[in-house]
């Protein structure tokens, strides 16, 4: 499933600035989502792109991916699935609407989105995993 409201990509279940999500309290708030997540944050390893949590008063622990100095996604943990949430400049929609490989709802997603251009995919199963790598790879080669 998709979403695109920056707003709601930034709602994770860890509002807590003193308490750090760790792998057990992940788990616990992924429930059986988990091992997408898990797939998900080894296809980020595998494109070279690193993970780290930081916290921010208005969305509460994320997860910022990038690979060198470039922000390749933002993730969220929420209570059943995870979020992963990726965003293009405006001038990319073409683009972005004309790729072949990537998923319909993508091309759809990026057609209608009337102000930031962001693609978020809710994190349930291997499928949505397999959506994400496709945007993720697209994203990479895009300057």
Do not use: H
């Not at 860890?14 to 616990?28: K, L, N």
């Not at 979020?83 to 073409?94: V, Y």
């Amino acid at each position: 499933m998709a979403e695109s409201a920056y707003g709601e990509c930034m709602n994770a279940v860890f509002g807590d600035p003193a308490i750090a999500p760790v792998p057990e309290t992940i788990d616990e708030a992924l429930g059986e989502s988990a091992p997408a997540w898990r797939q998900l944050t080894d296809v980020l390893a595998g494109e070279n792109v690193a993970t780290a949590w930081r916290y921010y008063k208005d969305g509460g622990w994320v997860i910022k991916a990038s690979r060198g100095s470039r922000t390749v996604a933002w993730m969220s943990v929420n209570q059943g699935y995870g979020r992963i949430t990726f965003f293009f400049a405006q001038r990319l929609r073409p683009a972005l609407v004309a790729a072949d490989d990537l998923p319909a709802w993508v091309k759809d997603a990026a057609r209608d989105a009337t102000k930031m251009l962001s693609i978020t995919i809710q994190i349930r199963t291997s499928a949505d995993v397999a959506d994400a790598q496709s945007v993720l790879r697209y994203k990479l080669t895009l300057k």
